[in-house]
């Protein structure tokens, strides 16, 4: 099982000097200063370029003197990045787009500089995975330059590329694996735990500053499938964007999370699990479904008998919650509809988008290029594959479709019969994939978390090969 401590026992990797410690105390001080004086300064403009950049500077902070930090840090970024481009809307104004959003890209972004700078990474090949589809990437930019050069069409590269570089830099750093597993490990738990009880308050009492934006994002037709500004009338979304990657979140922590000891492990578990339900993804509950019992197939029996152990207990907590008829009608009702799919009118206009929008893909081999593409002929696209094939044409739907083929055509590594993580991280992975008919999974924090696990699982063959080779082992990099 693996052991989540508190945020404070930091790897033992990581580099405590006092002076590099001050530059990091440096970084996150001017930060702040500068991110709270435009705030009282009422300066919108400004404090939306300057949180962005804020986080870019902490992370390059991090990225130098305390990589492992570095990996929670950025995963959080993902995880907070929306709940404070709302909170500064609601203050200031509603705006779209909207530069606090690119926080996330622009600290997930510099793990790209682990490719570049000497002595960031081990000196390995990288995996066929991030070379087809990095190339895949850029060919979708390219066809967007061609076709119709925009902001958007960058937008589009940083939405694609960014969650890869941090997945690629994961793996470049294979020596850190042991210390990177207990970060993102503890970093899941305590989103659980944050992350599902905001967004039990959100259902219950949906805060002003989430009221006002699903009110002006009506403009933009989210409203009807958020459900209404209004308490006991939202599809829960937490601190993110939507539900989906909220929901997804939320079952690769509770996943992950089977394979984790920890005294947060049961109040994680009951916020993180109503939270899931009360995002009402279809598409997640079924990936869910699909990593558990791929995780069952794979470990020894002793650990199923804890699982099982901790999900009776689970459900002792959680039976009274869901049986409070507010949760149970709106729950019970989504549920309902995976037997009644003849009725059930999101999965009629998912139907319907196919079969109109299957002919377009099929006549536009070279694609749209990377836009963000929401709606084609009045219909709105929320199909990974259709998005994949509009974004990459088939060329760079084919590249990308090999890179992950090639996932699953190494032999499994030997350190899958004892190591929980890699175990959890592939069932994670497995489990995200099988949602592409309803989601794009390769972008945003759906995409930072899918190449997390996937770079954890590429590092551990090399990093367990080490292990076995004998005492001269490598130190983790700084």
């Not at 300066?43 to 570095?70: C, D, E, M, S, T």
């Not at 907070?80 to 709302?86: S, T, V």
């Not at 597993?181 to 970093?187: F, L, M, V």
């Not at 009725?343 to 319907?352: A, I, K, N, T, V």
Request: glycine share 8%; with cysteine; aromatic share 12%.
């Amino acid at each position: 099982m693996i052991e989540a401590r508190a945020y404070p026992a930091i790897a033992p990797a990581e580099n405590r000097s006092p002076i590099r410690s001050v530059g990091i105390g440096l970084a996150v001080g001017l930060s702040v200063v500068v991110v709270a004086a435009l705030c009282f300064a009422g300066n919108a403009q400004l404090l939306r370029g300057a949180i962005p950049i804020a986080a870019l500077l902490v992370a390059l902070a991090l990225y130098f003197i305390k990589p492992v930090l570095y990996i929670q840090y950025s995963l959080w970024v993902w995880f907070l990045a929306p709940l404070a481009r709302r909170i500064v809307d609601w203050q200031f104004g509603y705006a779209d787009p909207n530069l606090v959003l690119l926080a996330p890209f622009l600290v997930s972004g510099i793990a790209g500089l682990t490719l570049v700078l000497p002595g960031r990474r081990k000196n390995t090949g990288i995996p066929a995975v991030f070379v087809l589809c990095s190339t895949a990437i850029l060919y979708g930019f390219v066809v967007g330059v061609v076709v119709r050069p925009s902001a958007e069409t960058v937008y589009g590269l940083l939405n694609w590329l960014c969650p890869l570089l941090f997945g690629v830099h994961i793996y470049a750093n294979w020596p850190s694996y042991e210390e990177h597993r207990r970060a993102i490990s503890r970093t899941l738990l305590w989103a659980l735990l944050i992350l599902g009880i905001y967004g039990i308050y959100q259902f219950f009492m949906p805060p002003t500053w989430d009221r006002v934006w699903l009110e002006n994002g009506s403009i933009g037709q989210i409203s009807p499938s958020f459900g209404q500004p209004e308490p006991l009338r939202v599809r829960v979304w937490s601190t993110m964007n939507s539900p989906a990657p909220f929901a997804n979140a939320m079952m690769a922590g509770l996943l992950l999370l089977l394979m984790i000891r920890s005294t947060l492990k049961l109040p994680a578990a009951v916020a993180g699990y109503l939270a899931f339900l009360l995002s009402m993804v279809r598409t997640a509950w079924l990936g869910w479904l699909i990593g558990f019992f791929l995780m069952l197939k794979n470990i020894n029996p002793r650990v199923i008998i804890r699982i099982f152990l901790s999900a009776v207990v689970l459900l002792v907590c959680l039976l009274p919650l869901l049986n409070d008829p507010r949760l149970a009608t709106v729950i019970g009702d989504r549920v309902k509809t995976f037997t009644d799919l003849g009725h059930d009118e999101s999965f009629g206009d998912r139907l319907e988008m196919y079969r109109v929008l299957v002919n377009d893909a099929a006549g536009n081999p070279f694609g749209h290029g990377l836009k963000n593409l929401e709606v084609s002929h009045g219909i709105p696209v929320d199909s990974g594959i259709l998005v994949t094939v509009f974004s990459l044409g088939w060329l760079g739907t084919l590249l990308y479709a090999l890179g992950i083929t090639s996932l699953f055509l190494k032999k499994e590594p030997r350190p899958e019969m004892h190591d929980e993580f890699y175990k959890a991280g592939k069932a994670i992975v497995i489990a995200m994939l099988a949602q592409l008919i309803g989601a794009n999974i390769f972008v945003n924090v759906t995409g930072a978390i899918f190449w997390t696990f996937t770079g954890m699982r590429l590092a551990a063959s090399p990093y367990h090969a080490q292990e076995r080779a004998g005492p001269n082992k490598l130190q983790p990099s700084d």
